[in-house]
């Protein structure tokens, strides 16, 4: 598994919120739905994207954005366009003085917008959660990123249009997978571009030392690694292998293993609610309930169960 592979694994869709918007100018939306990781893809038209702290964007058929929450923002005709629609945590729509919207209503499968058609056409698909292994990867992101038309050729944005007004059995998993591959796409397209500063982690996937100790570590968390067996893993010395993985990931590779099982183990613990603690701790690589349990509170402040049923720590 390569790293983007691996960290994008975490914000898999499961469910997620996907709507295509059929607007006519000038129309103004205002995402206030605190989901951490949104992306949009302009299908025709054309459309601004405004932060509430930084430079509003224009994009154009063809382009992706993609946007982190919560922090609120505005998609619109036009950066001067008031708002009429405020969405909400839930995706509950209201106007901006908090009645039912009117103007703007549903007019087909996932479909949305006004009564008459539109111009612009908008694609979204909003990740209402992320895991802890995600969290690379929106730390690595910021608040907004643009992936031009012109620098990627890709049949995603068509073939979602296309299957996001299909209303048959088993449609949900299929636009889940799209979605999916769409962010994918982008994100690959946007660490790749000239002058990209990519995180560490990315970079590293094309060290034949790093990326190949890399890939052993996510692919097998649970192996008993040490540094001896990951450097002859790699061809290399320990002391060599130490060092290349230390400056081209931006740690040792034992603290990033003991990072990355826990991270695994807070997503299970999520994810599979009938897994016993001693289950998940075996799969992410540690002897025993305890175990796990003693490093995941110093991680997280709170132990596995209370991690589990949300309690704050």
Known sequence: MDPLAALLDGPRAHGAFLLRSVLTPPWSLRIEDEAPLTIVAVVTGEAWLVPDHGDATH?????????????????????????????LPGQECRTPDGEHLIDLVDVG???????????????????????????????ALPQTLLVRAADWDSPLVPLLATEIGRDVPGQEAVLDR??????????????????????????AHDDPVAGRALRLLQDQPAHPWTVAELAAGTGVSRAALARRFTATVGEPPMAY????????????????PDATIGAIARRVGYGSAFALSAAFKREYGRSP??????VPA
Do not use: H, K, M, N
């Open 178 to 203: 799209l979605l999916d591959l769409l962010l994918i796409a982008a994100l690959r397209t946007w660490f790749a571009r000239p002058g990209s500063a990519a995180p560490a982690w990315y970079r």
């Open 305 to 310: 169960q209370q991690y589990r049923t949300r």
């Open 257 to 272: 293993l003991a990072a990355w099982r826990l991270a695994l183990a807070a997503d299970l613990l999520r994810q599979q």
């Open 109 to 139: 499968v996932r479909t949305w917008g006004t009564p008459a058609g539109g111009t612009t056409v908008l694609l979204t698909g909003t990740y209402p959660r992320v895991g802890e292994v995600s969290r690379r990867l929106l730390a």
């Open 59 to 87: 994009l154009e058929a063809g382009d992706i954005a993609i946007a982190l929450g919560p922090d609120p923002y505005l998609f619109a005709d036009d950066p001067a366009t008031p708002p009429q629609a405020v969405i």
